[in-house]
């Protein structure tokens, strides 16, 4: 079966196909359009379609649109109440569910020929269940789902057996983990649905001291459910403008809120292990890139093995969708081999535009070896290699690389990209050494998506991706998976004695994540980074060494 996902309900639209039971291409739309996250987060919006990313997925798979089986769309509107007005959608629901029950005519305008009537609608929860659960490499295992919020509800826990799906239970809104960690967001003066990765950054800055206070309104029931009510933020702290000052509250606000929503997470991984007996558990729905809580549940939680889907936010509902439905189709599903699973060119079509753009380039005999160099001598480095990742996180794909030697380079980077000085960048390091420099947390650890501590012994020597807790959200390379990238880190070693460099995602301030060799030339031309490595190629700034 051939089968295209969608996902354009609330945000970060997506587009994926899968053929056969075997996840061809998935992409956000964002990558293409250069506007990040693709839309705006409004109710009014959900019309908007992943249309280049749809356009480039059926491409990668050979298809025209004419041959695809079936459309996958990761939103039953039939399923909307109405009653959720205030919810979120500041009394537009009734608009977003129409333009949904209208998606397959709208999927017909942007995908000439595409039948409308082969567009299915799959559960909102149901399709990040599947994203984690069929593409995970567990096979019969637990499921937990929480975000914002889908059509009625905001969590789904359950089990896959052979393929199916069960669920056991789910909380219905307005209760949400997800939209009281987005509240909390607004109020710390940060983007709703788009910045809640910083607040758990700020976090490790305070104390809890609200959290007793918060317990009373956001509480697990012990039947698979939470209660979130309302909650009068200013009680606690003052509402920062986005450019406002941090206060102490602040930070201590955002360590009660990531605590009480960590303590709820671990109520449901246990009464859902409880329930099911499945010592893995696979998990989505944007909760789940909080590698914070991911690592709670990790040491404190009842589940041997966490796999946690990297696109974990709404994008990676589109391929949840397309699994989803293969997997009801009766079709087996092949574990997902890993987050590149975007854009990639050949080392021609590379050159062709290296040429176009007339820098000076070089074809290197490794380009492992001239970017550990460049390292090790202090270089801030864009790797592009290989396809683009699916999801938030630069895996080695679109990469900013920098020596975690130097404290300074945290500011560096954070300069290159804008981002508040308070915010952590993370190590990649080679996976046979990771547990001599990182406890706590799982290893491997190839998605980035928990924090480990650094050993004692360890943390002077990569001040650059120590956190000011002791902790790094880090990345594991297996050099069977990325033999590229383990050969740069093993010459990166060889050179400074640290199995570890720094990795951010290739981007600008306010940028989504560089896609395409025009991306990154744009990158490089516009931002202090001494060498573009891309594909074999070495681009060096203007006095850099060739
Ligand atoms: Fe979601």
Redesign the pocket.
């Known amino acids: 079966m051939r089968i295209l996902g969608i996902n354009a309900v609330?945000h970060d639209p997506a587009a994926a196909v899968v053929v056969d039971g075997r996840i061809v291409a998935a992409a956000e739309e964002e990558r293409f359009t250069r506007r990040k996250h693709g839309k705006s987060p409004v109710p009014f919006s959900t019309w908007e379609l992943p249309e280049k990313a749809a356009r480039w997925c059926l491409d990668e798979a050979g298809l025209d649109v004419r041959e695809l089986d079936a459309v996958a769309y990761s939103y039953d509107p039939t399923l909307a109440d109405h009653s959720l007005d205030g919810v979120d959608a500041g009394g537009w629901e009734k608009l977003r569910t129409l333009y949904a029950k209208r998606a397959p005519a709208f999927l017909e305008t942007a995908l000439p020929g595409l039948d409308p009537s082969i567009v299915r609608f799959v559960r909102?929860?149901v399709a990040?269940a599947a994203s984690a659960a069929l593409a995970a490499p567990f096979g019969n295992c637990a499921v937990l789902t929480s975000?914002?919020?889908?059509e009625a509800e905001s969590s789904v826990l359950g089990e896959y057996r052979d393929g199916k799906f069960l669920e056991l239970a789910h909380q219905s809104l307005p209760h949400s983990l997800g939209l009281t960690y987005e509240s909390a967001t607004a109020h710390l003066g940060f983007q709703r649905s788009s910045d809640e990765y910083k607040v758990m950054a700020l976090a490790s800055y305070g104390t809890p001291r609200f959290f007793p206070e918060l317990r009373e309104s956001v509480f697990s029931t012990g039947d698979g459910g939470f209660r979130t009510a309302p909650i009068d933020w200013e009680r606690f702290a003052p509402a920062r403008a986005a450019d406002g000052e941090f206060l102490a509250e602040h930070a201590d606000l955002a360590a009660s809120v990531q605590k009480v929503t960590e303590e709820v997470l671990l109520d449901l991984a246990a009464w859902l292990h409880e329930r099911t007996g499945h010592t893995e558990l696979a998990m989505a729905?944007?909760t789940a890139l909080n590698c914070v809580a991911n690592t709670r549940l990790h040491d404190e939680g009842p589940f041997d093995r966490i796999w946690v889907q990297p696109a974990a936010?709404?994008a990676g509902?589109a391929l949840g969708a397309a699994l989803q439905l293969a997997a009801d189709f009766g079709e087996t599903i092949e574990p997902m081999p890993g987050a590149d699973l975007g854009r990639g060119w050949t080392d021609d079509e590379l050159e062709t535009w290296l040429r176009r753009a007339k820098v000076p380039y070089r074809r290197c005999d490794d380009i492992a070896e001239t970017v550990a160099a460049a390292l090790a001598d202090n270089a801030v480095v864009a790797w592009f290699e290989g396809r683009a990742e699916f999801g938030p996180r630069a895996l080695g794909h679109r990469s900013l690389l920098a020596n975690p030697a130097h404290a300074g380079n945290l500011e560096r980077l954070n300069d290159v990209k804008g981002r508040e000085q308070f915010r952590p960048v993370a190590p990649m390091v080679l996976a046979e050494r990771a547990a001599e420099l990182f406890s706590r947390g799982p290893i491997p650890s190839p998605y980035m998506l928990f924090v480990h501590d650094v050993a004692p012994q360890w943390r002077d020597r990569i001040p650059a991706v120590t956190h000011v807790d002791g902790t790094a959200r880090i990345q594991t390379v297996d050099s069977r998976e990325k033999p590229l990238l383990a050969r740069m880190l093993s010459a990166f070693e060889r050179r400074t004695g640290l199995p570890t460099v720094v990795n951010t995602s290739l981007n600008t301030a306010g940028r989504p994540m560089v896609d395409d060799p025009r991306d990154a030339l744009e990158c490089f031309g516009s931002a202090p980074v001494d060498l573009l490595a891309i594909g074999p190629f070495a681009v060096w700034r203007e006095g850099g060494t060739a």
Do not use: A, W
């Open positions: 609330f909102h929860h990040h975000d914002g919020r889908g729905g944007g936010g709404d509902t």
